[in-house]
């Protein structure tokens, strides 16, 4: 990561954090108080250079969601609790990854991370991927900004995503990081928070 774009995530990092703390501890409350399980979903993700983290979100699922289904979210997935849609809604379960930046495993703008399952099936071309940092939002999000509901249309939802939705987003994020630069980077964060406004 070059240094301007990381001095930009710890700058942004430092600042939503300090905005958005009390509206997390809003958050954590709701999820809480909801079915009384754990406020945060931490999960293993693929980083840069192949290297395994541990990305954070506020949970939005039921309890042990991981062994009742794929590790992808399907259309109206009945695993998902009533305050984790709303929060789906408006991405605001993405909030804790501002952590995740602050500490350089993420930054604002790069590929989505994958869950170790999905990365073991890359070919060499998708594995260059793993050169970028990964991010919170990136082209492909914007693009794919229902990918759930397209998804929710496949008899195979799963299937779909590795030999259709998954190449194509990888194709958009390395074309991207081509040309990618701290202005580009700050279209993409505008271009999702203008999703986030309008309720997706």
Known sequence: MNSIKRQFDLFFSLIGISLFLPLGALIGLLIKIEDGGPIFY???RIGHRGKSF???KFRTMVRDADKMGSAITIGNDARITSVGRWLRRFKLDEFPQLF?????????VGPRPEVPKYVAVYNDMEREVLNLVPGITDPASVIYRNESEILGGFQDPEKQYIEKIMPNKIRINLEYARRANIMSDIFVILQTLGLLFKGR
């Open 42 to 44: 931490i999960q293993e």
């Open 54 to 56: 541990r990305m954070i």
């Open 100 to 108: 995740n930046v602050l500490k350089g495993e993420m930054s604002f």
